[in-house]
């Protein structure tokens, strides 16, 4: 290669790839000391950096392109054959260029959003330690090291949604002193910042769990290790825990990507600065969750060909999903804060990627349901990341979080208006120009083709759920940009303060996101058509999965949409035009007024009032995790410890330490005569005991 | 012959030549208070000396572990590997001088018998005779009791040396009557031949070759502080000097190991005899008398030399496990390296404390985390490796230790219970170690900084990368002990 005739002594490619993970945590270790310097100086290092480690990733580019595969190992504790790598394939190639350059966007975005805060090296310091616990996850060859980027993820999540831990008013989530079943539904950014991690955790738990399930019969962490010798899934499922263990591994993907039952704390983590909730949302943390099943549904597929069938495996995945997307999705739909509005969404959408994972399983046409999978998951990127980043120049403009302060904002912030409008295009899956349209239509193609038993009913949920987010989208855009300003808007003009448009800086890196929605979902057809042949390809030389090519009857289709399937084209067409011409009506048009609508009787009122109690899950959850063990524990201490524990046991194991402690410290007089008595003694006992 | 490039003999002409000239330098100089000229000095002989060492070893010079030769002396990975640990721990104790002995009296001398006791270290570990080890031993013990005792004005100092002085011409003594016994039995004084000889001794001769093995654990044990041997060990830690405390704990403690490794476990694996349980009840109870007397302990120094004591324990389960599994000695090895390290760093620490702020009772390290971060930072890293938390250097070796007893397990029936003794300990040691942490950091009204030694200083980060680096990395480190540790099985013959 390139590397021998330049006589450099290792591959370019994998220096690369290294370097793509290594740089951010490089850059990250040095901000405390670039914070010394000069506070201002923090902030072109951390996007230089970004855009460095974007380039390394861009650079590995044609490589995927050409279905090339970089597998560059070094040993990391030999004494039991473990081994650190990078695996550059074009999944994780694609991937790393996808989390890359959105990241090194928010991090524009940060300047201007965070500028002036006082832990500013701190903000940088956690931001670039996630991007880079992210890519470690992305470039990783085995799961060991996949579990060190996702512990890093967790960290930083934690550090970043609680990053204003003072816990000031505005920066909690949630509406003050309304309570569902009689708990709070107020939660601060610390609260928040525990909450996420501990559920998180549960779903850690349960991925190194599997992991050393499979460590166990396989002896190696590695995916093509695990890949090139298949004799230990052959022992496991003979042992029925093959899906067990790799049921476990998916549970660390729910905790991280938010899925059900462990989606609770996705609306918390909207505490942090938004830059960090574009992050979570777009390229990093919630991702992570769908990367891994990506990195592991080829290998579980590729065993049931090879007869060790784990099909509960993917309908998991597809019960999973399924119920997240609707469930997350109607959430969406009566919120009234905006980023929440946008973080269900997120939960929402992950949710169709992982259903179609699920179903690309169960489906003799593997390459159709993952393809369509990764191909959401990149315009779910884009457009989720610049709706965010728009979000947080309203709320910093507005300085409100509840749509219901925004309103009639469109003459005011003109470029975010245009912006918002594009984006939200996207995630509507406004027909023909936007990446959403193509990825979505491609998903709803693949389930409905899939010929699995449950392909009809999971159809309907999708289409269900692409009808409601084209209504939440539309609600949010009608609530926040049309109708007359609110009061809150209407006070501060009064105050004197003057709506404007945000920063360059800020409006620029969300502006790019959502012109390239438009941009490549103009050409999303052949794009996904690329998508579709690279991923035969890389899933024919890796797994060895042969995709069969079948032609689709299409008659009906004009011709510039071969390949697309019918009955999935006019499903998002009709999801598209109910779900945004209701929305239009309620919220744009506003010719009926929502709030009347839902309190004129009792069945629309008693729906809405469930869905904005999130189903009551969080309160569930809360009553079974946090108050009952709390109040167990209260119990316990007072009738229980108190008694039982404190004066027998503790008093008493405490009171046997110290008196055997004294008696040993009894025996040490400082009498020197003493000591030579135990000396001697201690002599004729070691012979004693050799002679036994 | 040995060859005159061989690495004990390098050794002992670099360090005998520079400690035998600094006191004549001094008579010469007429100059006081010139602490640092001679710390310079002798840190230059150790660093050259262990260059030499480490050279030896890259340029694949030094035999695998031989243990037996016909020579007095024998150049192999074994003998290399402790002499590394030890002049580790003689540099931490001459760089932890250059600020502890500013301005105290004959600083040339207290140099001198640093480098003269360590010659002693590395020729025990180096020796294959046992009148060769014997010389060796006294030559390391003899200057420690002038040192033990070298702040005469100080009456602790003097107690601290008198009643170690004691114990050493005791435990020499026995030494000696067990070297006697085995010559008696077989005629010869190389270890290698007295190994051979007992294997085929006259069974009615077997109680005085046991009687000579049980002087050795004695003798060897007041070194390691076995329990119960131990007696004179925390009185003489608190009373020394801290900087000399590091040697005895961290050093001279290890030369009692390496002795033990060669005589004792390999002897008496000819002898054909139930021995490792011996062994196995001395581990338990040393650990546990260490930990449970140092959980009551309000002095820092006081309560690291009870830990020391518990950590003998944990390197004597390897010992105790060697015949069974591989792993034993591994472990032991490792664990001795790591321990020159973290117990070393710990008492500089201490050492660094006592110059700056007079102080050792716990209660009196309230804020030091603000007032002496550095110090604090190596303090709490060296005790979290001692107690075993991952991801620092010491989880290794007692993973090692712990694993090679379970591993021993299919052998011998109570092999896991030194494993489980030892997580047991582990886990109550835990306890003191998380109790100063939080005296350091937790409590305490936030004081203001101030300047630590730099001597210190280097020695904290020295090793919080060794102890962390090798933590996350320990793979260099499996290798070496790997390649140190004499692989020894039931009915070896020499």
């Known amino acids: 290669m390139a590397a021998e005739v330049l006589g450099l002594p290792f591959e370019v490619g994998a220096a690369s790839a290294w370097l793509v993970w290594i740089l951010p945590f490089i850059a990250a270790l040095i901000m405390p000391g670039i914070g010394k310097i000069s506070k201002h100086a923090t902030g072109y290092a951390a996007v230089g950096f970004a855009l460095m480690s974007a380039i390394s990733a861009v650079s590995l580019l044609p490589m995927a392109l050409e279905a090339h595969e970089i597998h560059d190992q070094i040993s990391w504790i030999d004494s039991i054959g473990l081994k650190a790598g990078v695996l550059a394939d074009p999944l994780s190639i694609i991937m790393a260029n996808v989390v890359g350059w959105i990241s090194f966007l928010i991090m524009i975005y940060s300047t201007g959003y965070m500028k002036g805060d006082k832990s500013i090296t701190r903000f940088w310091f956690w931001m670039l330690f996630f991007i880079g616990s992210m890519q470690l996850i992305v470039l990783s060859d085995n799961l060991l090291q996949v579990f060190f980027g996702w512990e890093g993820v967790g960290l930083a999540s934690y550090a970043l949604i609680s990053f204003w831990y003072r816990d000031k008013k505005k920066d909690h989530v949630g509406t003050e002193g309304r309570t569902v079943l009689g708990l709070l539904d107020y939660y601060s950014p610390t609260h928040a910042g525990m909450k996420a991690f501990i559920m998180t955790k549960v779903g850690d738990v349960m991925m190194i769990a599997g992991m050393l399930l499979i460590f166990l019969f396989a002896g190696t962490f590695g995916f093509r290790e695990l890949m090139h010798d298949t004799s230990w899934a052959t022992t496991m499922s ?381 309160a569930i959850v809360y009553w079974c995790f946090v108050v009952a063990p709390l109040w167990l524990s209260r119990g316990v201490f007072r009738y229980f410890e108190k008694t039982v524990i404190d004066y027998g046991m503790n008093n008493g194991l405490q009171k046997a330490v110290g008196w055997s402690a004294k008696v040993v410290q009894g025996t040490q007089t400082g009498v020197t005569q003493s000591y030579l008595f135990v000396f001697g003694a201690g002599l004729l006992f070691v012979v004693l005991i050799l002679l036994i | 012959m040995l060859e005159i490039s061989s690495t004990p003999l390098v050794i002992i002409a670099i360090l005998g030549t520079v400690g035998v000239l600094l006191p004549i330098i001094s008579i010469a100089r007429k100059e006081k208070d010139s602490n640092s000229f001679y710390a310079v000095i002798a840190f230059a002989a150790l660093i050259a000396s262990i260059g030499y060492v480490a050279y030896q070893f890259l340029a694949d010079n030094i035999l695998p572990s031989a243990l037996f030769s016909e020579d007095v002396l024998v150049d192999d990975a074994f003998g290399g590997f402790f002499a590394i640990a030890m002049l580790i721990v003689a540099i931490f104790t001459t760089v932890g001088s250059f600020n502890y002995m500013r301005k105290k009296n004959y600083p040339a001398v207290y140099y001198s018998l640093i480098l003269l006791s360590t010659i002693g270290m590395v020729l025990v570990a180096y020796s294959t005779d046992l009148v060769m080890l014997f010389v060796a031993w006294e030559l390391m013990s003899i200057p420690t009791y002038v040192l033990v005792g070298f702040m005469k004005k100080n009456p602790s100092s003097n107690e601290a040396a008198l ?267 835990l306890a003191y170690y998380g109790w100063i942490t939080r005296k350091m950091y937790f409590e305490g009204e936030t004081e203001k900084r101030i300047s630590e030694p730099k001597s210190v200083i280097a020695i904290m980060i020295f090793s919080i990368v060794f102890l962390v680096g090798f933590g996350v990395y320990p793979d260099p480190i499996i290798k070496f002990v790997e390649f140190a540790a004499p692989t020894i099985s039931l009915g070896i013959m020499p």
């Open chain 1, 238 to 618: 003979a042992q029925g825990l093959l899906v067990p263990a790799f049921i476990l591994l998916f549970g660390g993907a729910v905790g991280k990507s938010a899925q059900f039952p462990l989606n609770e704390w996705l609306l918390e983590a909207m505490t942090g600065p938004t830059a960090v909730s574009a992050l979570i949302h777009a390229a990093t943390m919630v991702k992570a969750g769908v990367f891994l099943v990506m990195r592991l549904a080829p290998l579980v597929f590729a065993l049931s060909a090879a007869g060790i069938l784990a099909d509960q495996f993917f309908e998991v995945i597809l019960l999973v999903g399924a119920t997240t997307a609707l469930l997350l999705g109607l959430q969406g739909m009566v919120n009234s804060e905006i980023k929440k509005v946008l973080a269900y969404s997120t939960g929402s959408q992950i949710g169709y990627m992982m259903m179609v994972l699920g179903i690309a399983g169960l489906s003799q046409q593997f390459v159709n349901g993952y393809t369509a999978g990764f191909f959401h998951l990149i315009s779910h990127a884009m457009f989720k990341a610049s709706l965010f980043m728009a979000a947080g120049s309203l709320l910093h403009v507005v300085g409100s979080r509840f749509m219901t302060d925004m309103g009639g904002l469109r003459k005011n912030m003109k470029k975010t208006y245009v912006f918002m409008w594009a984006a939200g295009l996207g995630l509507m899956g406004a027909p023909f120009i936007t990446t959403g349209f193509w990825s979505k239509d491609s998903i709803f193609g693949a389930v409905y083709t899939s010929g699995h038993e449950w392909a009809i009913p999971i159809f309907a949920i999708a289409v269900l759920t692409a009808v409601i987010t084209a209504f939440y989208t539309t609600r949010m855009l009608g609530l926040v940009f049309y109708g007359s300003k609110s009061k809150h808007i209407q006070k501060m003009e009064e105050e004197g303060h003057h709506i404007h448009e945000a920063s360059l800086s800020m409006w620029v890196p969300y502006g790019i996101l959502a012109v390239l929605t438009i941009a490549i979902g103009l050409v999303g057809l052949s794009f996904e058509g690329g998508l579709h042949e690279l991923f035969t390809d890389y899933l024919e030389d890796s797994f060895g999965i042969h995709s069969v090519h079948n032609e689709i009857e299409n008659s009906i289709l004009p011709e510039f949409l071969d390949g697309i399937n019918p009955v999935a084209l006019a499903a998002s067409l009709s999801a598209f035009a109910i779900g945004t011409g209701l929305g239009y009506v309620f919220y744009i048009g506003r010719w009926v007024d929502p709030v009347k609508f839902v309190n004129s009787n009792i069945f629309f009122y008693a729906i809405h009032k469930v869905i904005l109690n999130r189903f009551y899950l969080n």
């Open chain 2, 163 to 429: 009643k170690y002085f004691l114990f050493g011409a005791l435990s020499s003594a026995i030494i000696v009557y067990g070297i006697s016994l085995s010559y008696g039995l077989t005629g010869s004084t190389n270890i290698g031949e007295v190994i051979q000889g007992y294997s085929t001794l006259d069974p009615s001769l077997l109680p005085l070759a046991l009687l000579s093995v049980g002087m050795f654990i004695a003798g060897f044990g007041f070194k390691m502080g076995l329990v119960p041997f131990h007696q004179w060990l925390p009185d003489t830690y608190e009373g020394a000097p801290p900087t000399i405390t590091t040697l005895l704990a961290a050093g001279t403690k290890k030369a009692g190991f390496a002795a033990t490794i060669r005589i004792v476990v390999l002897g008496m694996v000819v002898l054909n005899l139930d021995w490792t349980l011996a062994l196995g009840i001395i581990a338990v109870m040393t650990m546990t008398i260490g930990n449970i007397a140092a959980i009551m302990q309000k002095n820092l120094a006081r309560m690291l030399a009870y830990s020391s004591i518990a950590h003998a324990g944990y390197i004597l389960i390897g010992l105790a496990v060697a015949p069974y599994s591989s792993l034993g000695l591994q472990g032991s090895l490792y664990q001795i390296l790591n321990h020159a390290v973290m117990k070393g760093a710990a008492f500089i620490a201490v050492a660094g404390i006592v110059t700056t702020l007079a102080v050792t009772n716990i209660d009196k390290l309230k804020g030091l985390g603000r007032r002496m971060p550095i110090t604090s930072l190596g303090l709490v890293i060296s005790l979290f490796a001692l107690a075993g938390v991952p991801p620092l250097a010491g989880f290794w070796s007692k993973i090692m230790l712990f694993g090679g007893a379970l591993d021993a397990g299919s052998t011998i029936w109570w092999a896991p219970w030194l494993a489980i003794a030892g997580v047991l300990n582990s886990a109550l040691s």
